[in-house]
């Protein structure tokens, strides 16, 4: 039975925040060392190297398919459990890769063990909630998760310092085992036995029958795939730009930390501003101001080298002030309409925005080499993108009748 007017706990946030900061730790803790991982198996093209970022975004796209339908068939807590043995394993691959290759492998499937407590999480926030409240505990839960961003590079270049790039993963896998062991003993099954959905070969078809029938949850599936690919972008190129381009690899970390607090302040909000707006209206009002930010940047700097830092830091800080208010607000709209198949929706929303995002990072990711303008067009044309998608499914507000 739906929660929807009972307020969310702390604990039940933080949980669900953990779940989805174990994703988070795995992508950023290694952005420091990635020239050091680079080194020691042989890779030394900072582009190629890129993969070790965007591939772990493939893993999650993938597994997101497999878990959200048994979790609907089979309840979500095994689910879980399962893919935080597949982290396990895809981590010691990496630990002990030889070449690229290997690595790249290792990292896709640690993003398809992370994907089931990442998709799960978001499914049991849908069992629990619904409406504006299941914004506002989403909003919570990534203002949680962006935390983690925030210092993880820093964090992981203090573990690299200390004791070399491995320590790193073996860091990962611990955080991981506490966080298993959390949601083992204090989160209860919230897949009622009523809803679940006997596991056939048709579970998936029948579910992605479903989920095209409903528009909104179509279209704000692809505004969210646009955006991320626009941002994983940044993700990838982030040590590049800062360590290469403009020669800060010391202040990297804390560069990195200062533009994810953006972010995780503009969820806060969110979570208290969802309430009182709708997340439509604040939704689109970001996408706008997104939009504007990202063509002001291409229009000033075109064909002009690189700003200086401060600028840059400026332009991106309120780029992604923006995007707390749009990620999660995108996936909660995406979402209301399919609570009742909420495993297998979750999956098809993050596998389609998953996939779609990583050509599009590839793409404009080659484009990145010797100046931060190609990121911006990539911002300007994405976000541009979403916000015609958004305007054509838009509800119009009924007019009030004129009284004579």
């Not at 994405?382 to 009030?400: E, T």
Request: glycine content about 8%; charged content about 10%; some cysteine.
């Amino acid at each position: 039975m739906q929660k929807e007017n009972q307020k969310p706990h702390f604990e039940f946030v933080a949980m669900m925040a953990a779940l989805m900061s174990i994703v988070a730790l795995a992508i950023d803790a290694i952005l420091p060392a990635i020239s050091n991982i680079g080194e020691a198996i042989n890779s030394l093209d900072p582009t190629d190297n890129q993969l070790l970022v965007t591939m772990i975004f493939l893993g999650l796209g993938v597994g997101q398919l497999f878990f959200g339908p048994i979790s609907d068939s089979f309840g979500r807590k095994p689910v879980v459990y399962v893919g935080f043995i597949i982290f396990l394993v895809a981590s010691i691959i990496c630990l002990y890769a030889p070449s690229l290759e290997v690595m790249v492998v290792g990292r896709i499937f640690q993003g398809i063990g992370l994907s089931a407590p990442r998709t799960i999480s978001i499914s049991i926030i849908r069992d629990t909630y619904e409406g504006d409240y299941m914004a506002k505990v989403m909003s919570f839960v990534v203002a949680f998760f962006i935390l983690v961003p925030v210092v993880a590079p820093a964090i992981g270049k203090l573990i690299l310092d200390a004791a070399g790039w491995q320590a790193i993963f073996y860091v990962q896998l611990f955080f991981a085992l506490v966080v298993a062991l959390w949601f083992w003993k204090r989160q209860p099954e919230t897949l009622h036995p009523e809803y679940k959905i006997p596991f056939t070969g048709h579970v998936f078809i029948d579910g992605l029958k479903e989920f095209v029938k409903h528009r909104e949850t179509v279209a704000f599936t692809l505004t969210s795939g646009l955006v991320t690919g626009a941002f994983l972008v940044y993700l990838s190129s982030a040590q590049h730009i800062f360590e290469d381009q403009y020669a800060l690899k010391e202040m990297f970390p804390y560069i990195f930390a200062g533009l994810a607090i953006s972010i995780g302040l503009s969820t806060f909000l969110n979570g208290t501003l969802v309430m009182r707006f709708g997340m439509r209206k604040l939704s689109l009002m970001a996408t706008i101001v997104f939009c504007v930010v990202a063509l002001l940047y291409s229009v000033l700097f075109l064909n002009s080298p690189n700003p200086s830092i401060y600028v840059l830091v400026g332009f991106l800080s309120v780029q992604f002030f923006c995007l707390g208010f749009m990620w999660g607000n995108f996936r909660s709209i995406a979402m209301e309409p399919i609570g009742h198949i909420a495993g297998i929706g979750a999956a098809i929303n993050g596998f389609v925005s998953t996939i779609l995002s990583i050509p599009i990072a590839t793409f404009i990711g080659e484009f990145v080499k010797d100046s931060v303008w190609p990121l911006f067009a990539g911002l300007a044309v994405c976000g541009l993108c979403a916000l015609a998608i958004f305007l054509m499914v838009r509800k119009p507000r009924r007019r009030r009748l004129a009284t004579v």
